[in-house]
């Protein structure tokens, strides 16, 4: 019995070192996406094994630093090896770009308690901010739109292009106009009594 509790607490260790790290099996990686992001769990679990047995995914044996190799013939086993969530965010990136959902990185500034959602609102809006301030506006008084031009908002658009925060045609749209009613109730706070 007290042997099975020492393997329980080495267990228990093992996989706090592994989440301090930033590890996943593909297993629950897929797991993740499918509650996250809505996506299919087991299409998911597939990919990312194709992916590893070709090597375009960085897979490691649990505990080890080194990247993990099938031999040939070697099945890639999805509750087994490892991978890191950044290696997780980059293929995401590049073989799944219209998933939105990234993995927390440990030791960077996306890793906080606050939720999925709000955190990409907040990075969307800090880019539109930085953006408008590149380009020589004023984030409080953005000039009107004139017919037959572009406005500031089109300007903006345009020059941030596709970070990797955008989902879609609408989401700078909506960042957009979280942007603004923050603004505009910055300055109904801030309006001198009548």
């Known amino acids: 019995m007290n042997e099975s509790l020492n393997l329980e607490a080495q267990y228990a260790e093992q996989e706090s070192r592994k989440r301090d790290a930033g590890r996943y099996t593909i297993k629950e990686a897929a797991e993740i996406l499918d509650r996250e992001a809505g996506e299919r769990k087991e299409t998911l679990v597939e990919k990312l094994k194709a992916a590893a047995k070709a090597g375009t995914l960085p897979v490691y044996g649990p505990g080890e630093n080194a990247r993990y190799e099938y031999p040939p013939g070697r099945p890639v086993r ?18 799944e770009p219209r998933i939105t959902f990234r993995f927390s990185v440990p030791g960077t ?21 930085a ?5 020589g506006y004023d984030p409080v008084a953005l000039p009107a739109r004139r017919p037959g031009r572009p406005g500031a908002k089109a300007n ?5 292009g596709d970070q990797g925060i955008w989902a879609g045609r609408t989401v700078f749209d909506k960042a957009w106009e979280r942007l603004r009613r923050a603004d505009q109730i910055k300055d109904q706070n801030n309006l001198p009594p009548e």
Not at 109 to 129: C, F, G, V
Not at 131 to 135: D, M
């Open 109 to 129: 500034r996306a890793d906080t308690s606050a939720p999925k959602p709000l955190q990409r609102h907040r990075a969307q809006e800090e880019a539109i901010l």
């Open 156 to 160: 903006v658009k345009a020059a941030l």
């Open 131 to 135: 953006k408008i301030q590149e380009l």
């Open 78 to 95: 999805a509750f087994y090896e490892q991978i890191y969530s950044s290696d997780l965010n980059k293929w995401l990136e590049a073989q």
